[in-house]
């Protein structure tokens, strides 16, 4: 047995190198005309559009008026909140389905249905005899932003982007803090030096992110 096992090793070996030659052996570039071939053509199998439907869709695209698109967006922001619950949201739904019928799409119809939104009652701040309303941000997930029902009185300090620079000489603790809405994560900066509540200024322009 030993001496079949050394003998197969062996013949194993050489099948090996007479491969590993046939590799690497040089060889010689062929005499004559070279064949080629045209390279072969790929074929779009995506189904064709039918000549009918492609008419149909120039003819929708070609009616599309900008200026109307526009117009429609203008008057969607014009609204108030359009959050559930707001009016805004009654006076979107109802714009909608007013221009679905002025363009004259059928079988329009509304449903309705409930849904739990949180709502804001409305608050105000009072400085120096002059009023101005305030906003309660949308909750950290189930925690509402309140107020005890009396209201709170306490000094407000600018809080201005909400970077620790901005809180020198201040004072924080106890205060109702002024910091801009697009202050990213320096906003914690005021609870942590003890800002009892912290007031946003409304941006002109913002993104999602500082939300």
């Known amino acids: 047995m030993a001496i079949r096992f050394k003998g197969t090793n062996i013949i194993f070996a050489l099948v090996v190198l007479l491969i590993l030659g046939l590799l690497f052996w040089p060889t010689k570039p062929a005499k004559?005309?070279?064949k080629t071939s045209a390279p072969k053509t790929v074929v779009d199998e995506r189904p064709a559009v039918p000549a009918l439907?492609?008419?149909?869709?120039?003819?929708?695209?070609?009616?599309?008026?900008?200026s109307n698109i526009r117009k429609d967006?203008?008057?969607?922001?014009?609204?108030p909140s359009?959050?559930?619950g707001y009016p805004g949201c009654e006076q979107a739904a109802d714009y909608v389905e007013r221009r679905f019928r002025e363009i004259g799409l059928e079988d329009v119809h509304t449903e309705d249905f409930r849904v739990t939104v949180p709502i804001d009652q409305g608050s105000r701040i009072d400085i120096d005899g002059h009023s101005f309303p305030i906003y309660a941000l949308w909750p950290n997930l189930v925690r509402t932003s309140h107020l005890p029902p009396e209201g709170m009185e306490v000094h407000v300090i600018d809080g201005g982007s909400g970077r620790l620079p901005d809180f020198d000489g201040k004072p924080v603790k106890g205060s109702a803090a002024l910091v801009d809405?697009?202050?990213?994560?320096?906003?914690?900066?005021?609870?942590?030096?003890?800002?009892?509540?912290?007031?946003?200024?409304?941006p002109k322009s913002t993104m999602r992110g500082e939300g």
Not at 53 to 66: E, P
Not at 182 to 198: D, F, H, I, K, Q
């Open 32 to 34: 004559g005309p070279v």
């Open 53 to 66: 439907l492609a008419q149909r869709y120039k003819a929708i695209a070609g009616t599309v008026d900008l």
């Open 73 to 79: 967006i203008d008057v969607l922001a014009s609204y």
């Open 82 to 84: 359009r959050m559930v």
């Open 181 to 202: 809405f697009n202050s990213g994560t320096e906003w914690l900066n005021a609870p942590r030096l003890g800002a009892r509540v912290l007031l946003f200024v409304e």
